[in-house]
């Protein structure tokens, strides 16, 4: 296909199933929308554009890969077993029969998984110029009323000169009256910025429609400034507003995922713990620093240790916060937080 210097998607949806370039702008208007292919077996499809100059996503616009996931290697075929990816989907009979955490956190571009309903799918933009969203970029699971197991949120990965407007990226897991699906991914690099802007970021583990405790676990955002530069960004981990707390020593936001994540990628990644959430480490890991922000987050060791390349700071949280179990959190200069 040869496109347009400014194209402009105004009342169709525009399948973008191969990686494409743009020359100029793009615009989804009102009405518009970029899509994908749902995936099943394979993971065929995906969204992958750069734009050389200015993405507009104005309000009523959408680039949308929901329920475009596939039915990943990772995923578990017990029935009622959630589907995960940033985040664990819950289990429906044993810790045991969980599905694995995939992929990167900095540079997400896996989709999410299927199960009995469908994960969401992938999503990167390359936009040379600047970013304004008003409407909506999501890879969000199926959201269903139905009573078996949920797929996970996919992966939108948005490298951008800067970014403006007050809407949405959103890679939510499943939602239905069965177990909750595991949040998606999100990153979202700055260039020639340091604002967000008013933009939502949403990888939320999957609502539990029946209020029975068994919401997903959220996903990751990987937010990056200018300053910052590659490597140096936050991962925020935040999912509702709820209090339930049924088995999240097991259904947690696993760093680093179980499979496929690149070794060392959270070196210089500052760990900000901001609400609703349980973040569990699956091996030793070294950071660049951590915030537990409230009393509704928890991270949980489990065993491993977690070094720091930040002098101790009394504002990074409480060690009521923190579930050591044998785990340690080591400073730069040697201090150490430790319970046994």
Excluded at 126 to 154: F, P, R, Y
Excluded at 252 to 260: F, L, N, S, W
Aim: net charge neutral.
């Amino acid at each position: 296909m040869v496109f347009p210097g400014n194209l402009v998607v105004d009342g169709y949806c525009l399948m973008m199933d191969t990686p494409a370039q743009l020359p100029g702008s793009l615009t989804v208007s009102d009405g518009g929308k970029i899509s994908h292919s749902r995936n099943v077996q394979k993971n065929d499809w995906k969204i992958d554009l750069t734009i050389a100059d200015n993405l507009t996503v104005a309000a009523g616009g959408r680039i949308s890969a929901d329920q475009s996931g596939f039915n990943s290697p990772y995923r578990n075929t017990t029935r009622y077993n959630a589907a995960s990816h940033g985040g664990r989907g819950h289990w429906a009979t044993s810790p045991a029969t969980l599905s694995g955490t995939y992929g990167s956190v900095l540079r997400p571009v896996q989709p999410g998984s299927h199960a009995t309903y469908y994960g969401g799918g992938a999503i990167k933009l390359n936009v040379g110029g600047t970013t304004t969203l008003q409407g909506e970029i999501t890879a969000k699971a199926q959201q269903i009323d139905g009573n078996e197991s949920n797929g996970s949120g996919g992966s939108i990965w948005l490298t951008t000169g800067g970014i403006a407007g007050n809407g949405v990226l959103d890679a939510t897991g499943g939602r239905s009256r069965g177990n909750g699906g595991g949040g998606g991914r999100i990153s979202v690099m700055l260039k020639k910025s340091d604002s967000f802007g008013s933009v939502v970021m949403k990888a939320y583990g999957g609502e539990d429609y029946w209020s029975t405790r068994t919401y997903g676990a959220a996903g990751t955002i990987y937010r990056q400034t200018a300053t910052q530069g590659d490597g140096g960004g936050d991962l925020v981990v935040s999912t509702y507003p709820h209090n339930y707390t049924n088995n999240w020593d097991t259904v947690y936001t696993e760093i680093p995922a179980q499979y496929e994540a690149p070794a060392g990628e959270l070196l210089g990644v500052t760990l900000c713990g901001l609400t609703n959430c349980v973040i569990g480490l699956s091996s030793d890991l070294r950071m660049k620093d951590l915030y537990l922000m409230r009393d509704d987050v928890k991270l949980r060791l489990n065993g491993h240790t977690l070094w720091l390349d930040a002098y101790y700071h009394p504002d990074w949280g409480d060690e009521s916060r923190v579930v050591y179990d044998g785990g340690e959190i080591i400073w730069k200069g040697g201090t150490v937080i430790i319970v046994r």
